[in-house]
């Protein structure tokens, strides 16, 4: 019996078994920023220990990292506090920074592959749910919590439960206008929110095969969201492709022994698996979420649910204030967000550009691009997309996670509706109690960020 | 050893209802600016307690009758979402020694459990019966005895579920790991030499 790529990683990088029956497991890669990590510093300071393995740590901040003026001090006194208190700790430890402006900074999943940090075969970690992302390049990528951050920081190891693995393939052709995005959305619309508690998620079949990395990336990066604490793809030649040549990787005939390496981590053709779900690529449609979960998602083309005798449902029609029974498309909004995790690389603003070209935003919209790193804006600056974005009335930002949590000035107010390419559209995700989300593709956002309401990007862009 | 062993947990508890309540909801983003944990106990569940004037919405949490309640119970897939060890450390700070639910997201209940925080699946019937005898005297002492994994109310016993290795953690006094990682050193360095990493 062959093996997944879950069980090849995992077995490689066990370190021991423990009394409790958990196992000790290497992490390969440790990812921090400034929310949930400085803390983990005090910890150790205050058990008078040291770093471990600071070489296999990096650090970047983004999550409180204003987008428009980056100049530090930052405005926000605590904010300021926070990445003070990081580029203190790592500096003390000799953990290498990606600091504001330095050519490097960005969201941390969006940082990692860049710089090419992220391989085939790792084990990785942050303190971040959304570190599932790099599971895109066939790593086990976990969020962890900030106690955790402090044992890898102390013993690069964590103390952990196997998971059970499902394969999800995707099999067949995406149509027009279906974009990764969609792709996961419509999984987590199908496996539900919990389904993938207790497993890894494997993405495979031809729909995934012919994703382009950043696309893959998308689609793992909201695993999290389904429950799943990480999801992956199996290294092939695409992933090679995109890591070639990258800053961290290794150069010239060591990157060609590395692929072979690397290749082998791909889960065996006989592998055995705890569950196989299939999809079909021609049932996935263009998809937006209705409520105050990922789960509860339709497709561009259908109506919000009936009430029924499910509480949430009724829950979520409240506080999104929607009727039952109607139509998703027309539902107007008032902001738009592109960037984030999720869809904030140089492919998203790519596709979006392309159609955005000679359109204009409606004048009740608020619309921002944020780019997911400095090396993400820099490449869409060369490329004159942000003069295409700001063109059509878009904000083109600075990079970080901005309005996708809103721990930086970028918030909704009061009871707004923002059509978003980011990944959570929680009660009061994007920064206002009241506020309201609508999660959708990089291009469905700029779709309804031109006609002011949610609409159909394949109608509005004549795909 | 990371602290004492936890068998039991007792305690007067209280209600919040609704499945997948998410961290978010549970401390919102905005009090996630801070580089300490200490001083998030009031900010548990925030917009859920507490208008956009600061003004109380009558909460469950702020009832007076479970002021001091060392239990929280909720539904299914809580703590889902966000990795941010601040809403278990919120919900500790806020006064609650364990949590039962119908099931919990895995990140949030590794967070609990290096905390010292049981989380305990009980089923959706049960968990209503335990609703109505806490409905019914809000002063009923809850006991969670995570050795024998049963809940008993007002001399109603419920059986519950618990994650076996957290259990065992609970028991042993160690479900804060770091001290049994720290011990393996010379095998954390093996396998890092074994894998190039160091």
């Known amino acids: 019996m062959g093996k997944t790529l879950y069980q090849k990683v995992w077995d490689d990088h066990v370190v021991g078994r423990l009394d409790n029956g958990q196992y000790q497991v290497f992490m390969a890669l440790h990812l921090i920023h400034e929310v949930t990590s400085p803390q983990a510093f005090g910890m150790l300071r205050d058990k008078k220990l040291s770093v471990a393995y600071p070489k296999r740590t990096f650090a ?80 086990i990528a976990l969020g962890i919590g900030t106690s955790q951050v402090r044992d890898v920081l102390a013993s690069q190891t964590l103390a952990m439960d196997p998971l059970k693995v499902r394969r999800i393939r995707v099999e067949g052709k995406l149509g027009t206008g279906v974009t990764a995005k969609d792709v996961i959305l419509h999984i987590i619309r199908v496996l539900g929110v919990n389904g993938g508690v207790g497993y890894a998620y494997e993405y495979a079949g031809a729909a995934i095969d012919a994703m382009t990395m950043e696309e893959r990336m998308t689609v793992c990066n909201m695993s999290i969201e389904g429950g799943a604490r990480c999801g992956y793809i199996n290294p092939d030649e695409t992933t090679f492709d995109f890591l070639r040549g990258r800053e961290r990787v290794p150069q010239g005939d060591a990157f060609e022994i590395a692929v072979e390496k690397w290749r082998g981590y791909a889960s065996d053709p006989d592998a055995d698996y705890d569950d196989d779900v299939l999809i079909e690529a021609a049932d996935i449609k263009p998809t937006v979420t209705w409520g105050i979960t990922p789960g509860q998602a339709i497709s561009i083309e259908e109506a919000t649910p009936s009430r029924g005798d499910d509480e949430l449902i009724g829950d979520a029609l409240r506080y999104m204030q929607l009727e039952p029974n109607t139509p998703i498309k027309g539902t107007r909004i008032d902001v738009a967000f592109i960037g984030s995790c999720t869809n904030g690389r140089l492919s998203d603003f790519q596709a979006v550009a392309e159609k955005i070209k000679g359109k204009q935003v409606a004048s009740n919209v608020r619309a921002i691009a944020v780019p997911g790193s400095e090396k993400v804006d820099k490449a869409a600056r060369e490329l004159g997309l942000h003069e295409v974005f700001e063109a059509a009335g878009f904000e083109w930002r600075k990079p970080g996670c901005s309005m996708c949590l809103a721990m930086n000035p970028d918030k909704l107010v009061g009871d707004e509706v923002c059509a978003s390419s980011s990944n959570r559209n929680f009660i009061g995700r994007q920064g206002s109690s009241t506020g309201r989300t609508i999660l959708m593709s990089p291009i469905m956002v700029a779709a309804a960020a031109i006609e002011g309401q949610v609409a159909d990007a394949r109608e509005v862009f004549e795909l | 050893m990371s602290g004492t062993a936890i068998t039991k947990v007792d305690g007067t508890a209280v209600y919040v209802k609704g499945n997948d309540i998410d961290t978010d909801r549970i401390i919102p983003a905005r009090f996630l600016k ?83 925080i049981p989380c305990v699946m009980m089923q959706k019937a049960d968990r209503t019966r335990l609703g109505e005898l806490i409905a019914a005297d809000p002063e009923a002492d809850v006991v969670i005895d995570v050795e024998n994994l049963k809940v008993i109310c007002a001399n109603t016993i419920f059986d519950v579920t618990m994650k076996e290795s957290a259990r065992e953690a609970f028991l042993a006094a160690t479900y804060d790991p770091l001290d049994t990682l720290l011990a393996q050193r010379r095998g954390i360095d093996e396998t890092a030499k074994r894998l190039g990493y160091a």
């Open chain 1, 60 to 139: 970047t901040v983004d999550h409180i990292i204003p987008t428009t003026s980056q100049a530090r001090p930052f405005e926000d006194d605590m904010a300021e506090q926070m990445i003070q208190v990081l580029a203190d700790a790592t500096g003390e430890h000799g953990i290498e920074f990606f600091a504001p402006e330095t050519g490097a900074q960005g969201i941390v999943h969006v940082v990692g592959p860049e710089l090419g940090l992220t391989q085939p075969g790792m084990t990785i970690c942050c303190g971040d749910s959304h570190t599932s992302t790099h599971g895109a390049f066939g790593t």
């Open chain 2, 34 to 116: 801070c580089v300490t944990f200490d001083e998030l106990g009031p900010s548990l569940f925030y917009d859920e307690r507490f208008d956009a004037d600061g003004q109380s919405k009558g909460h469950v949490l702020d009832d007076p009758k479970h002021k001091g309640a060392s239990i929280l119970i909720s539904d299914a897939n809580f703590g889902c979402g966000s990795s941010r060890e601040h809403a278990p450390q919120a919900i500790q700070k806020f006064g609650f020694k364990a949590v039962i639910a119908e099931s919990f997201a895995e990140i949030f209940h590794g967070n609990c459990t290096t905390l010292g």
